[in-house]
T-cell receptor
Framework: NAGVMQNPRHLVRRRGQEARLRCSPM?????VYWYRQLPEEGLKFMVY????????ESGMPKERFSAEFPKEGPSILRIQQVVRGDSAAYFC???????????FGPGTRLLVL | QQQVKQSPQSLIVQKGGISIINCAYE??????FPWYQQFPGKGPALLIA?????SEKKEGRFTISFNKSAKQFSLHIMDSQPGDSATYFC???????????FGSGTQLTVLP
């Protein structure tokens, strides 16, 4: 049973470009969470999605960031017009239900030049 | 406002020693407290978790101690090994929302 998959593992963007991060949850999991980890810091919650629904986006910046989890395909975290402060590791986690353990993917390291 | 405070920031332990990492939380609504282990370049992996209806949980060399009245919980790693060298994060969540609030992390180094 494959774990949570994220791609790309590393992404380099110039200021003003768009970044798209993908997350495929574990098989049978329909709950996806996105977290951001700045250097030398803990993970910060961004958004919680179920299939086709955003359940909680209280940790998402109000502008430039969006997330989706379509009926088919991976969850996508999209960052428009990236700035240097967006450089971080972005982790996706999935669970089978709301009370279940969250399993994390390997992360996408975003570097904005 | 940081809701989960973790200490120490870094810890060096000799092989065979006991590693102790502490966390304190503010939100009394938290009802699930996991610990995650993270190696460089990898995602966090769940080590052990506890709910507030018990004061201690042990799994192999890893033990969580939980003090509800003090709003504190700690991770004890017995017989620490060099392979345990990693960053450890405590976390907490509440209700059905399940978004995890993480501590700032402890970088553990176990010397051979």
């Amino acid at each position: 049973n494959a774990g949570v998959m994220q791609n790309p593992r590393h992404l380099v963007r110039r200021r003003g470009q768009e970044a798209r991060l993908r997350c495929s949850p574990m098989k049978g999991h329909s709950h996806v969470y996105w977290y951001r980890q700045l250097p030398e810091e803990g993970l910060k919650f961004m958004v919680y999605l179920q299939k086709e629904n955003i359940i909680d986006e209280s940790g998402m910046p109000k502008e430039r960031f969006s997330a989706e989890f379509p009926k088919e395909g991976p969850s996508i975290l999209r960052i428009q017009q990236v700035v240097r402060g967006d450089s971080a590791a972005y982790f996706c986690a999935s669970s089978a239900g709301t009370a279940e353990t969250q399993y994390f993917g390997p992360g996408t390291r975003l570097l904005v030049l | 406002q940081q809701q989960v405070k973790q200490s120490p920031q870094s810890l060096i332990v000799q092989k065979g020693g006991i590693s102790i990492i502490n966390c304190a939380y503010e939100n009394t609504a938290f009802d699930y407290f996991p610990w995650y282990q993270q190696f460089p370049g990898k995602g966090p992996a769940l080590l052990i978790a506890i709910r507030p209806d018990v004061s201690e949980k042990k799994e192999g060399r890893f033990t969580i101690s939980f003090n509800k009245s003090a709003k504190q919980f700690s991770l004890h790693i017995m017989d620490s090994q060099p392979g345990d060298s990693a960053t450890y994060f405590c976390a907490a969540s509440k209700g059905s929302a399940r978004q995890l609030t993480f501590g700032s992390g402890t970088q553990l180094t176990v010397l051979p």
